[in-house]
């Protein structure tokens, strides 16, 4: 089955340790992104990832880092989390061709105390 | 710069009524443009695109959109609301091959 898979699904940890997300997929897709959701702000990106060793800032970085050492996946890591990236993180990938929808996963939600 | 606009938090409507969720959008370059449906608790899901061609672009589960360069708009649109329908719709831009914009989203209500 096509899936973007993301791990975990729910976390809640406290300011200043580390963590990180994973995303995978099994659609041999060049294109990977990373999303936080919150109310009223709708998706906002974070990363992106166009191939391997490829990555570059969206519209919201600050406080992100992210690496594609293989194709399949592209993990999103906190180094300092602080209480404003508590949000719904989604990680999408896709074709490099632009006229692709995204393929998305279910989704992490991130608590920052 | 890019933007999405979903003027609308909300739409409700009756099941068996059309149904329109409105976007309108900026770009300078490629109008590549995306409705996403998400329902609770789930991740996005691609529901149809316009790229080129005709204006009236259908997909998913009997949901269609018009595109219209003049209004810069991408309405989506459906003939008859199902109770099913209700979820948070988003619309997306995607001129080149890396940033994406969304929308805010609409959460659109169909009731019985």
């Known amino acids: 089955e096509a899936q973007v898979t993301q791990n975990p699904r729910y976390l809640i940890t406290v300011t200043g340790k580390k963590l990180t997300v994973t995303c995978s997929q099994n659609m041999n897709h060049e294109y990977m992104s990373w999303y936080r959701q919150d109310p009223g702000l709708g998706l906002r990106q974070i990363y992106y990832?166009?191939?391997?060793?490829?990555?570059d800032k969206g519209d919201v970085p600050e406080g992100y880092k992210v690496s594609r050492k293989e194709k399949r996946n592209f993990p999103l890591i906190l180094e300092s989390p602080s209480p404003n990236q508590t949000s719904l993180y989604f990680c999408a990938s896709s074709p490099l061709n632009t006229e692709d929808g995204q393929f998305f996963g279910p989704g992490t939600r991130l608590t920052v105390l | 710069a890019q933007s999405v606009a979903q003027p609308e938090d909300q739409v409700n409507v009756a099941e068996g009524n059309p149904l329109t969720v409105k976007c309108t959008y900026s770009?300078?370059?490629?109008?590549?443009l995306f409705w996403y449906v998400q329902y609770p608790n789930r991740g996005l899901q691609f529901l149809l695109k316009y790229i080129t061609g005709d204006n009236l672009v259908k997909g998913s589960y009997g949901f269609e959109a018009e595109f219209n360069k003049s209004q810069t708009s991408f309405h989506l649109k459906k003939p008859s609301a199902l109770v099913s329908d209700s979820a948070l719709y988003f619309c997306?831009?995607?001129?080149?091959?890396?940033?994406?914009?969304f929308g805010d989203g609409t959460t659109l209500t169909v009731k019985p």
């Open positions: 770009v300078s370059g490629n109008p590549y």
């Open positions: 990832s166009m191939n391997v060793e490829v990555t």
């Open positions: 997306a831009l995607r001129p080149n091959a890396g940033k994406s914009t």
